[in-house]
């Protein structure tokens, strides 16, 4: 099992970061993928899915800032991020949706700073 996260770092408010999650081909190919975010205290949510064809969906507060998108002969996921905030901060994952898998791999934190 391989779900490996990158592309984390640190911005100022307004920037942007493109995350990046490889995943073993058993997981990716009929799947749905998400990326799913922790806040420090916070429980894990959902932020985006992506199906097989690239149907998306976006959590309210990341709409219109966060595009998700797969690259599918590449077993990749992608979460572009713009206009960043604070809120933000987090650990980032990639994993199947809507039954994530037991395995989440050590994520990508990001943080903004105001």
């Known amino acids: 099992v391989q779900l490996q996260a990158s592309g984390g770092g640190s911005v100022r408010a307004g920037g942007s970061l493109r995350l990046s999650c490889a995943a073993s081909?058993?997981?990716?190919?009929?799947?749905?993928m998400g990326w799913y975010r922790q806040a420090p205290g916070k429980q894990r949510e959902l932020v985006a899915t992506?199906?097989?064809?690239?149907?998306?969906s976006y959590a309210d507060s990341v709409k219109g800032r966060f595009t998700i998108s797969r690259d599918n002969a590449k077993n990749t996921v992608f979460l572009q991020m713009n206009s960043l905030k604070p809120e933000d901060i987090a650990v980032y994952y990639c994993?199947?949706?809507?039954?994530?898998?037991?395995?989440w791999g050590q994520g990508t934190q990001v943080t903004v700073s105001s």
């Open positions: 994993n199947t949706v809507p039954r994530p898998l037991s395995y």
């Open positions: 081909g058993s997981i990716f190919s009929l799947n749905v």
């Open positions: 992506i199906t097989s064809r690239a149907v998306t």
